[in-house]
T-cell receptor, first 113, second 110 residues
Framework: NAGVTQTPKFQVLKTGQSMTLQCAQD?????MYWYRQDPGMGLRLIYY???????DKGEVPNGYNVSRLNKREFSLRLESAAPSQTSVYFC????????????FGPGTRLTVL | SQQGEEDPQALSIQEGENATMNCSYK?????LQWYRQNSGRGLVHLIL?????REKHSGRLRVTLDTSKKSSSLLITASRAADTASYFC??????????FGTGTSLTVIP
């Protein structure tokens, strides 16, 4: 079992460029989440998907879009990257809703110049 | 706005000592969880305590929850150098969202 995997591990973008962060889990979990982690801010929820076919905004959704491609995969897209989106991005999954334990991927470190 | 705030922000202790970190939150919760994050890695779940529980143990970890004060504490006994990490509390309510605190950075000196 790989758990939660994320690609890429590192990425540098120029302002205005777009990219998609990929996340996959092999635990047959229903719920998946995208967080960003900034120094001194803890983790903040960007978007989540409670089940296949549904997505909802979290605390900081502006500038992002998501796709729950199937039960395994949940991608995060930056359409026009901005320096304020420089952060470490974590994907997580849980068996059910957010009341349950979340399993995290290793993270993607994104720098926007 | 974040639910949880950890205190202290940083803690440095000698190996073998106990480490205590606290978490305060703002609104009612269904459960509270503690996670550990080693440098450059993802978060790993440590322990979950439900709103109707007051204390929970897991190995060297002891978690307490006081819903009247909206606070929780994590005690790590007989600390080891491998316990060096950041520790986060996370709360959830009846909604689908999970709120993480800002974390406590623990350094255990061998």
């Amino acid at each position: 079992n790989a758990g939660v995997t994320q690609t890429p591990k590192f990425q540098v973008l120029k302002t205005g460029q777009s990219m998609t962060l990929q996340c996959a889990q092999d635990m047959n979990h229903n719920s998946m989440y995208w967080y960003r982690q900034d120094p001194g801010m803890g983790l903040r929820l960007i978007y989540y998907s409670a089940s296949e076919g549904t997505t909802d905004k979290g605390e900081v959704p502006n500038g992002y879009n998501v796709s729950r491609l199937n039960k395994r995969e949940f991608s995060l897209r930056l359409e026009s990257a901005a320096p304020s989106q420089t952060s470490v991005y974590f994907c997580a999954s849980s068996e059910a809703r957010s009341n349950e334990v979340q399993f995290f991927g290793p993270g993607t470190r994104l720098t926007v110049l | 706005s974040q639910q949880g705030e950890e205190d202290p922000q940083a803690l440095s202790i000698q190996e073998g000592e106990n480490a205590t970190m606290n978490c305060s939150y703002k609104t009612s919760i269904n459960n509270l969880q503690w996670y550990r994050q080693n440098s450059g890695r993802g978060l790993v779940h440590l322990i979950l305590i439900r709103s109707n529980e007051r204390e929970k143990h897991s190995g060297r970890l002891r978690v307490t929850l006081d819903t009247s004060k909206k606070s929780s504490s994590l005690l790590i006994t007989a600390s080891r150098a491998a316990d060096t990490a950041s520790y986060f509390c996370a709360t959830s309510n009846t909604g689908n969202q999970f709120y993480f605190g800002t974390g406590t950075s623990l350094t255990v000196i061998p």
